[in-house]
């Protein structure tokens, strides 16, 4: 018996006989002959000299009969056949061709400045980091990081790189806003690095299966593991759907197969947990004006979101009391879900596959990023001194709330070290020092002194003087001194 054809199904009868498609033949567009739509197999005449004794009409109509009770066999794959006319496959056939099929999106940066770019259609977020940092000429310091944002109901999310760009753009409804943001994120894969400052022990407990002591070196292993897994506890707000201010305090487990919550105090038997969510077919956002659109007990809110369009209805919604913890649960259920693929991603740059090391440049360089460059400083040195910054350092912003800079920080990762400063709006002749350290953002004072006739600027009362605000900065990126870490990346606004 001649073997079926591959990738169909055998049909019946005289199908299973038709010889295989050619493998040569791959690249032609034009049909195999075994995808024509075959005319109808007519039985062979028979002389009348061979043909048997002749059947009587009852008989005639009886095997008639007979042969209309077969059932005929649909075709299972109609889209195959092609019309006897017809001399070219569609293309919408041909994988190949629709997997490359290019389609335009559009990236904004922080500053609403936006660029277009034509890309195929399986491009994955950290294919469009490296084609706009080629652009830009900006420095691949493996932090730069595509964003979802959802403005209409006030959530935003980080795209892992290895997600494909037109599946999340595929999920967005027609009257949505929805936009790509470009921009830095420190943080992406931080905890691989220090996992100490992500998973507080009193939040993590051991499953049944392991005993003794482990470090968070192992905690790490254990999420990426299929065989075991760490337990995340502790208390979080939960919105009642329905409820617009509707909130409850519920104590809450996260396992392998989902987000679990106690319907008795901080019990952890089965009868007494109750399913929250799981995280296959649902994406995790931040809620980024949580109190304003839903009311959050505080202003540490995340929520998941099906994958397909949906509404405010959709959400299953969280608030933690603090940052830490609110990191803690978003870690780990990024770890959950993406396992070693993350581990996998995070490695990526490093054995030699990130595309832009040879071609990174000062990030000083004219068109990199935009910076605003008005206002008047109270002094003439300060002005001086302001303008010359405002043109060369990406760390400075001018005039900006202290809201806006712990907005900016928080977006940008909260790694120990980074930082930016502002004028101050409360003191004109002052400046602001803003950094993360510690998942928390501290601000310091940068306070001017006038010496001889000279000024100076100081963080710890004069006992340390700077002639301007540059050398200050680089003195503390190379010292500690009264802060509580060096400075280590800046967060700057960028352009595209």
Same mark, same amino acid.
């Given at each position: ?39 109808? /197999? ?20 009886? =095997? ?10 649909? #075709? ?19 994988? =190949? ?73 595929? #999920? ?12 830095? #994120? ?6 691989? +690095? ?16 392991? &005993? ?13 593991? &299929? ?16 409820? +617009?201010?509707?909130? =409850? ?49 505080? #202003? ?81 040195? &300060? ?10 350092? /990406? ?102």
């Amino acid at each position: 018996m001649a073997a079926p054809l591959p990738h169909l199904p055998r049909s019946a009868g005289r199908a299973a006989e038709t010889p295989a498609p050619s493998q040569e033949s791959s690249g032609d567009l034009a049909p195999s002959p075994w995808l024509a739509q075959r005319a109808p /197999l007519l039985p062979p005449a028979v002389p009348h000299s061979q043909a048997g004794p002749r059947l009587g009409p009852d008989r005639i109509k009886k =095997k008639e009969r007979d042969v209309l009770a077969i059932p005929s066999i649909p #075709n299972p794959f109609p889209e195959l056949c092609c019309s006897p006319l017809s001399s070219v496959l569609s293309a919408s056939l041909l994988p =190949k061709a629709t997997s490359r099929k290019k389609q335009v999106i559009k990236v904004y940066s922080e500053d609403d400045t936006s660029r277009a770019l034509e890309v195929p259609g399986d491009v994955t977020a950290r294919d469009v980091c490296q084609l706009l940092i080629l652009k830009n000429h900006y420095i691949d310091d493996h932090s730069w990081t595509l964003f979802e944002h959802l403005p209409r109901i006030g959530l935003e999310r980080m795209i892992e790189d290895h997600e494909l760009v037109i599946e999340v753009q595929s #999920n967005w409804g027609i009257e949505e806003e929805n936009r790509l943001y470009f921009r830095k #994120n420190y943080a992406k894969y931080e905890f691989f +690095k220090h996992p100490m400052n992500y998973f507080p022990e009193h939040m993590v407990s051991l499953s049944s299966e392991t &005993s003794g002591m482990i470090g968070h070196a192992q905690i790490l292993q254990m999420f990426l593991s &299929s065989s075991t897994y760490p337990e995340i506890h502790g208390y979080l707000h939960a919105k009642e759907q329905g409820k +617009k201010s509707s909130w =409850k305090k519920l104590y809450f487990l996260l396992r392998r197969s989902g987000l679990y919550f106690s319907t008795k105090g901080t019990s952890k038997e089965p009868r007494h947990l109750q399913f929250f969510s799981e995280f296959s077919s649902s994406d995790m956002y931040m809620s980024l004006a949580g109190k304003k659109t839903s009311g959050t007990p505080a #202003n540490y809110g995340f929520c998941f979101k099906p994958n397909k369009a949906g509404g405010v209805r959709d959400l299953k919604q969280l608030c933690a009391d603090d940052e830490q913890s609110r990191t803690c649960w978003m870690t780990a259920i990024r770890l959950l879900k993406y396992g070693m693929q993350l581990y996998q991603n995070y490695m990526q740059p490093y054995q030699g596959r990130g595309g832009c090391s040879s071609l990174t440049i000062s990030p000083m360089r004219k068109g990199c990023l935009r910076l605003n460059t008005h206002g008047s400083p109270t002094t003439s040195q &300060s002005a001086t001194s302001s303008v010359a910054i405002h043109r060369t350092q /990406l760390w400075f912003h001018h005039k900006i709330s202290r809201d806006e800079a712990q907005r900016l920080i928080l977006q940008q990762g909260l790694v120990d070290g980074v930082f930016l400063v502002r004028d101050s709006q409360s003191n004109p002749k002052t400046f602001v020092l803003s950094m993360s350290h510690g998942l928390k953002i501290k601000h310091f004072q940068i306070v001017p002194l006038e010496d001889d006739g000279k000024l100076f600027y100081t963080l710890d009362e004069g006992h340390t003087r700077f002639t301007d605000l540059i050398q200050l900065v680089e003195f503390y990126q190379l010292n500690k001194g009264v802060l509580p870490c060096k400075l280590k990346h800046y967060c700057a606004r960028i352009a595209l």
